[in-house]
Antibody, heavy 117, light 108 residues
Framework: EVQLVQSGAEVKKPGESLKISCKGSGYSFTSYWIGWVRQMPGKGLEWMGIIYPGDSDTRYSPSFQGQVTISADKSISTAYLQWSSLKASDTAMYYC??????????WGQGTLVTVSS | SYELTQPPSVSVSPGQTARITCSGD??????AYWYQQKSGQAPVLVIYEDSKRPSGIPERFSGSSSGTMATLTISGAQVEDEADYYC???????????FGGGTKLTVL
């Protein structure tokens, strides 16, 4: 059974750094793209970027380029989304998803990130 | 940047047919996909490649696409179908995904 399990909710202050994770199981982690999706409170889904764990090829939506870093450690079947300096506007639910030809097929349960002073 | 446009809301009575549209310039060449998101839950794929239904999705969900518009149809909508629905596709380069703004379906 394909599963994506994300790390738990985080509460951070503006300016702090953060790295959240997404662990895949039940399939060959290096053979499928993983994508990250943001959902701000009460708002829609936004495609942030993707990574191919097999070779770490990474692509970002223009809106998120330079704002976040996507990475993966294939030895532990885990993808990451990180910020070097959080802003209040980063408060959102973040989902990872396994992609089939760029289409989110299986989703993680989501990680709620709250940034507040 | 590429955009997919959906109506913000659609409302039907139980048993009626709900239709949610999604327009985008690349849809004549790219497939549309539809996700259902209930409150507090992760999205679930309900239609893929314009009109195919994943296993486990009720037959009342169907999809179609013509020109620059894709349509999700829920025939005989049920109260449990109340949710936000998002269309999804890729831009013309095929390198980037994009979601529509979402449509809140009310079945009341």
């Amino acid at each position: 059974e394909v599963q994506l399990v994300q790390s738990g909710a985080e509460v951070k202050k503006p300016g702090e750094s953060l790295k959240i994770s997404c662990k895949g199981s039940g399939y060959s982690f290096t053979s499928y793209w993983i994508g990250w999706v943001r959902q701000m409170p009460g708002k829609g889904l936004e495609w942030m970027g993707i990574i191919y764990p097999g070779d770490s090829d990474t692509r970002y939506s223009p809106s998120f380029q330079g704002q976040v870093t996507i990475s993966a450690d294939k030895s532990i079947s885990t993808a990451y989304l990180q910020w070097s300096s959080l802003k209040a506007s980063d408060t959102a639910m973040y989902y990872c998803a396994r992609l089939e030809q760029l289409v989110p097929e299986y989703w993680g349960q989501g990680t709620l990130v709250t940034v507040s002073s | 940047s590429y955009e997919l446009t959906q109506p913000p809301s659609v409302s039907v009575s139980p048993g009626q047919t709900a239709r949610i549209t999604c327009s985008g310039d690349a849809l004549p060449k790219k497939y549309a996909y539809w996700y259902q998101q209930k409150s507090g839950q992760a999205p679930v794929l309900v239609i893929y490649e314009d009109s195919k239904r994943p296993s486990g999705i009720p037959e009342r969900f169907s999809g179609s696409s013509s020109g620059t518009m894709a349509t999700l149809t829920i025939s005989g909508a049920q109260v449990e179908d109340e949710a936000d629905y998002y269309c999804y596709s890729t831009d013309s380069s095929g390198n980037r995904g994009v979601f529509g703004g979402g449509t809140k379906l009310t079945v009341l």
